[in-house]
T-cell receptor
Framework: RKEVEQDPGPFNVPEGATVAFNCTYS??????FFWYRQDCRKEPKLLMS???SGNEDGRFTAQLNRASQYISLLIRDSKLSDSATYLC??????????FGQGTTLQVKP | EPEVTQTPSHQVTQMGQEVILRCVPI?????FYWYRQILGQKVEFLVS????????KSEIFDDQFSVERPDGSNFTLKIRSTKLEDSAMYFC?????????????FGQGTRLTVV
């Protein structure tokens, strides 16, 4: 089983749509959880941390379910500029980041 | 805003040659990392470095690879006798601490092409 698993997509959605990405992780001892965004051939950039209580940052909502080892990201009112690859990331107790394959989002006008 | 800087942005090298990839982490950060991403694949952990020594390394980080922090600001990755399969984006990252919800900041990467 992969350490962090994501549906690679691509997700093709129209502007204004709501889109949800899911991710599962295998190590129940994982400490921290993040969504990073990666544009083509660029470095990963932190989008948001993910907490069990759920957290929201503008149009973005992230949720963690530790019991199911499941992480989600919801994007509301999609913009063209949201087109990117979204990386689900968990950390081990040693601090290293473990990346999923990424989910590609393409927002169309 | 402080950032992690990497040089060069693109390096082309012949198979069998040695390359050194350079990184300047954010100045007050204590934990340093190298990751790599082969084209079309996921970002993979190579090595972490703290207090002037390797704290963890992956199976990828074999004897061909080494890291160094020679002068308190630079953090380098050396790849000896490069192979074609070493072609990838190499990302340096740094963190101020280790612990829950601590973000890692990434440099813009060095694209290594081995020919």
């Amino acid at each position: 089983r992969k350490e962090v698993e994501q549906d690679p997509g691509p997700f093709n959605v129209p502007e204004g749509a709501t889109v949800a990405f899911n991710c599962t992780y295998s190590n129940s001892a994982s400490q921290s959880f993040f969504w990073y965004r990666q544009d083509c051939r660029k470095e990963p950039k932190l989008l948001m941390s993910v907490y069990s209580s759920g957290n929201e940052d503008g149009r973005f909502t992230a949720q963690l379910n530790r019991a199911s080892q499941y992480i989600s990201l919801l994007i509301r009112d999609s913009k063209l500029s949201d087109s990117a690859t979204y990386l689900c990331v968990v950390t081990s107790n040693t601090g290293k980041l473990i990346f999923g394959q990424g989910t590609t989002l393409q927002v169309k006008p | 805003e402080p950032e992690v800087t990497q040089t060069p942005s693109h390096q082309v090298t012949q198979m069998g040659q040695e390359v050194i990839l350079r990184c300047v982490p954010i100045s007050n950060h204590l934990y340093f990392y190298w990751y790599r991403q082969i084209l079309g694949q996921k970002v993979e952990f190579l090595v972490s470095f703290y207090n002037n020594e390797i704290s963890e390394k992956s199976e990828i980080f074999d004897d061909q690879f080494s890291v160094e922090r020679p002068d308190g600001s630079n953090f380098t990755l050396k790849i000896r006798s490069t192979k074609l399969e070493d072609s990838a984006m190499y990302f340096c990252a740094s963190s101020p601490r280790q612990g829950q919800n601590t973000e890692a900041f990434f440099g813009q990467g060095t694209r290594l092409t081995v020919v």
